[in-house]
């Protein structure tokens, strides 16, 4: 059983910034690529960021330059620093990750999302 769980949300002013934390727990071997989503109010899903294994990045074109995506192996954890931030950031941001299991399998999880609201 693998968990991810997201932490950091909340809220912030049009400016400033916030990071959000995904905490990877249960039978893992090894993360592979992770990233981050977001679901504005009444929008689909959208990919924000993704790093690899070996610590590439890319990002939404929205959020580059503004964006951070990080990630500590040793603790299985991965973050998302956000600054200069923008109303239209307003979401609810999922960490996802593929993730190499204790049982040797690979399989996609989602964290239970974590709300980051930006107000003008």
């Known amino acids: 059983q693998v968990q991810l769980v997201e932490s950091g949300g909340g809220l912030v002013q049009a400016g400033g910034s916030l990071r959000v934390s995904c905490a990877a727990s249960?039978?893992?071997?090894?993360?592979?690529?992770m990233a981050w989503y977001r679901q504005p109010p009444g929008k689909q899903r959208e990919l924000v960021a993704i790093?690899?294994?070996?610590?590439?990045?890319n990002y939404t074109d929205s959020v580059k330059g503004r964006f951070t995506i990080s990630r500590d192996n040793a603790k299985n954890t991965v973050y998302l620093q956000m600054s200069s931030l923008k109303p239209e950031d307003t979401a609810v941001y999922f960490c996802?990750?593929?993730?190499?299991?204790?049982?040797?399998?690979?399989?996609?999880?989602w964290g239970q999302g974590t709300q980051v609201t930006v107000s003008s």
């Open positions: 249960g039978s893992i071997s090894r993360l592979n690529t």
């Open positions: 790093i690899t294994n070996g610590g590439s990045t």
């Open positions: 996802y990750g593929n993730i190499r299991t204790t049982w040797r399998r690979e399989y996609d999880y």
